[in-house]
DNA sequence: AACAAAGAGTACCGATTTGGTCCTGTTTGC
DNA sequence: GCAAACAGGACCAAATCGGTACTCTTTGTT
């Protein structure tokens, strides 16, 4: 568990494609059969990612969508906004840190909405860009940032 | 979104009410009336934990449950794992690297299974110890974070 | 001016997951 | 032998998820 919505998963997707030419106008169309995805589902997907502003649409014919923005300025956090809502662990995160209900629990809580504030970070480092790339094989770095989140925590 | 479920959440909470004096033996009962969460969804709760081997269960008369290790040797990754299963941010990852029904996306999924490394590590470095410390006010370390993991998948 | 391509918006639907309850055992201390 | 306390289910309503469908509006082309 864990979850991002497997929307996200197309979303990533379907912008990675784009962003191979970014200058480019690609229909929704076009995208759900080229990523074998039901076109439904993508043309749902595209409306919400243009209208959390990483998507400029065109309409009409000849129209289709673009990326609002070069790539590497789009972040993997600001895909999961625009098709979940605002990244939140918890309830009591999404909250807006009012109280939660069952106040006993806040002394954790406090501590999710640091891991969150973590992964929020992580999440937004990475960019559209970053997600297209093929896998690299060897990541000596992931095995630190154990231990860097850790002293974050303590 | 990117949620972790409200019964891990209370399962911290439990949890770091334990991890105060570690050797006592706490009823279901005793916990719920503490926290103030129904005595039935604790109950559910503990029996998940004491199954994923973070508690052992004494029954019987004056049983109840305790810590199956220090609180330090606990971490959120297991109590994660304990109540909603294997973390995976996507369908994919848990398939276990198999082929996703949907190959041409595999690409980008490669790359949320390192997202899902990175996240997996941090929350295994965070003991329920550390959980159950009150809040630390400034983190400057979780500003580097960021970049580690942007170098991570670059 | 008319038509067709394409996005905007929204309603809807079935299946699954969540959050939570309840009940019937079984074990064990007193 | 009784009562406290866990084990292990079944069960249920409500929300969410994944996906479909339909009606508008805009706009390039002829």
């Known amino acids: 568990m864990l979850r991002i919505n497997r929307e996200t998963d197309y979303a990533t ?3 990675s494609l784009m962003a191979e030419a970014p200058e480019e106008r690609y229909s929704a169309a076009w995208l759900s059969t ?3 995805l039901p076109a439904p589902v993508v043309s749902k997907i595209l409306k919400q990612l243009a209208k959390g502003g990483l998507l400029v649409s065109h309409r009409g014919a000849k129209g289709g969508y673009s990326l609002a923005r070069p790539a590497e300025d789009i972040s993997i956090a600001e ?3 625009a098709i979940e809502g605002p ?6 995160i999404e909250g ?3 109280a939660c209900q069952y106040s006993p629990l806040c002394a954790v809580s406090h501590n ?6 973590v992964f929020y970070d992580a999440l937004r480092s990475v ?6 790339k093929p896998l690299v094989k060897e990541h000596p770095v992931l095995r630190e940032v154990g231990q860097r989140v850790k002293s974050a925590v303590s």
Do not use: P, Q
């Open 79 to 81: 895909v999961i906004t």
């Open 13 to 15: 997707a379907i912008l």
């Open 34 to 36: 080229e990523r074998g």
């Open 127 to 132: 960019s559209l860009k970053d997600m297209s």
């Open 112 to 117: 999710w909405s640091r891991l969150n504030d």
């Open 96 to 98: 807006g840190g009012s």
């Open 87 to 92: 990244i939140a662990l918890t309830d009591c």
